[in-house]
């Protein structure tokens, strides 16, 4: 399965962005899904994931609150909703899929993801 990331730009700190991860080549709909970010000189960090079926969620603490993701299996996408940013959340978000029994396991490490989309860049002012 192929993924893009799209929706990044320029906001306001307080403002919000709905980013896109469009899935092609076969559905998404049997995996899980994970955002993920890494800004300037840093590691990339785990955000947010969720099961195949839209039902249970999990956010990492950092953007717990303001950020919430979100899939239409349908449309073969996966959301990510960011309000209240922070010019901290500069950084470029990618998305990725896996397979539901590591969701389950609790795996939301880097290398627990098969599948990687090109990122989109977000940039947040002060």
């Known amino acids: 399965v192929q993924l893009q990331a799209s929706g990044g730009g320029l906001v306001q700190a307080g403002g919000s962005l709905r980013l896109s991860c469009a899935a092609s080549?076969?559905?998404?709909?049997?995996?899980?899904v994970g955002w993920f970010r890494q800004a300037p000189g840093k590691e990339r960090e785990f955000l947010a994931a969720?099961?195949?079926?839209?039902?249970?969620?999990y956010c990492t603490d950092s953007v717990k609150g303001r950020f919430t993701i979100s899939r239409d299996n349908a449309e073969n996408t996966v959301y990510l909703q960011m309000n209240s940013l922070k010019p901290e959340d500069t950084a470029v978000y990618s998305c990725?899929?896996?397979?539901?029994?590591?969701?389950?396991?609790?795996?939301?490490?880097?290398?627990?993801?098969?599948?990687w989309g090109q990122g989109t860049e977000v940039t947040v002012s002060s």
């Open positions: 990725a899929a896996q397979t539901n029994s590591r969701y389950y396991r609790g795996n939301f490490d880097v290398n627990d993801y098969d599948y």
């Open positions: 969720l099961n195949s079926n839209g039902v249970r969620k």
């Open positions: 080549g076969r559905t998404i709909s049997t995996y899980a």
